[in-house]
């Protein structure tokens, strides 16, 4: 039974300076950190994304954090774990601005622009189940002369929505309390509902979209939404229905 059945956020290990919070949770996960630490940086001098991408990571102004999880669920339903961050982080900055959305696998999105992203690692482990580096960047209150400038046209700042600066220790504090809730509500009701809350903010719902897949190849096609187990469907322009597991989303024509 767990400490208050408090899953994710406890304890904080807290960095001025480190080169990844995922690199520094996975080490210390390998070493026995306890599950539900979280290891929270000021800055990233090798902030990770997806697909083999940097994360951007200026200090003062944006939230680097990485949570160890061991979450008691199946380890066919890990992968939704991601897209149920992605919904925590939609109820927690619902409580500063409206209409947040989530572009698959799990980019956040405010007026169209990316404001958080989301890095998940599995440890496989012997005889017990694998455990979870969950990585989350966001851009809280970056100014515009803080993003690298090919970015600029794509990245948005929760700031720049909400009109004003937030305080990023209490933003932090909602969004590990909502991962908890929703890993408490995995654990014991599973996934479907969470799914369903995570549909209600496709931002690619009914539209066109560019998948460009691992192996190089591009497809163009309608969103057909997420099925029950958490993957993205397309339908080309000849019908050919195309499951999407990895990769990267454009939502429209481009590619
Ligand atoms: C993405 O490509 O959208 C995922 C970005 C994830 C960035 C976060 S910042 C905290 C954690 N540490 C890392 O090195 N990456 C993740």
Redesign the pocket.
């Known amino acids: 039974m767990k400490k208050n059945n408090r899953i994710a956020g406890h304890p904080v290990r807290y960095f001025q300076e480190t ?5 520094r ?1 996975r080490e210390e996960a390998r070493k026995g950190a306890e599950s539900g630490t979280v290891f929270v ?1 000021e800055t ?1 001098s ?6 083999g ?1 940097s ?1 951007h ?1 200026p200090a003062g102004s ?5 949570l160890i999880l061991s979450p008691g669920i199946s380890t066919t339903d890990l992968p939704k774990i991601s897209l149920a961050t992605g919904v925590a982080l939609c109820r927690a900055i619902r409580g500063y601005v409206e209409n947040p959305a989530l572009k698959w696998p ?2 956040l999105l405010l007026e169209g622009r ?1 404001v ?4 998940t690692e599995t440890i496989p482990r012997q005889d017990t189940a694998s455990l979870v580096i969950m ?4 851009n809280v209150n970056q100014c515009e002369h803080n993003v690298p400038a090919e970015l600029a046209d794509r990245l948005g700042t929760i700031q720049a929505a909400y009109g004003s600066p937030l305080a990023r220790g209490k933003l932090l504090e909602s969004i590990l309390n909502q991962i908890d809730a929703l890993l408490n509500q995995a654990e014991r009701y599973g996934f479907t509902d969470i799914l369903k809350e995570w549909r209600n903010h496709d931002a690619s719902r009914g539209k066109y979209l560019t998948w460009l897949t691992t192996e190089g190849e591009t497809v163009h096609g309608l969103s057909q939404g997420i099925d029950e187990e958490g993957l993205l469907w397309i339908r080309d322009n000849r019908g050919k229905m195309h499951e999407v597991i990895s990769g990267d989303i454009t939502i429209g024509k481009a590619g």
């Open positions: 080169d990844s919070t995922n690199a949770a940086a990233q090798k902030g990770r994304g997806r697909l991408r994360w990571s944006g939230l680097y954090f990485s799990n980019d990316k958080a992203g989301i890095l990585g989350i960047g966001i």
